[in-house]
């Protein structure tokens, strides 16, 4: 399993972005898929969850309503769109493919993730 993530960068507060994450090596429909991330000296958070067709999805709280993760099961990608950024979204951010086509608890805290991605870098400058 391969996961290409893309999209990062540095961005002013109260901008957007979107990242991709190109998966391969699987076949992506039979899978949930997942956004964490990693800031500096921290330990990696979760950020969002969507299940295999998109119906469900999962955020965590301290996004506030700013990230909506999605997926294109075509292209076999899962994008996060961030808005409203803050320069506490700092972070690295990773893309994570689950065990199963619907979330399940243990992917949130990362139990049950299959595979991770490399990374990409957001960096909100105040």
Partial sequence: VQLQASGGGLVQAGGSLTLSCAASGLT???YAMAWFRQA???DREF???IN???SNKANADSDEGRFT???DNTKNTVYLQMNSLKPEDTAAYYC???QYR???YDLLSARTVRSWGQG???TVSS
């Fill in 28 to 30: 992506f429909v039979d």
């Fill in 40 to 42: 500096p000296g921290k």
């Fill in 47 to 49: 950020v969002a969850a």
């Fill in 52 to 54: 295999w067709n998109g």
């Fill in 69 to 71: 993760i999605s997926r």
């Fill in 96 to 98: 994570a493919v689950g």
């Fill in 102 to 104: 619907n979330i399940d």
């Fill in 120 to 122: 990409t870098l957001v």
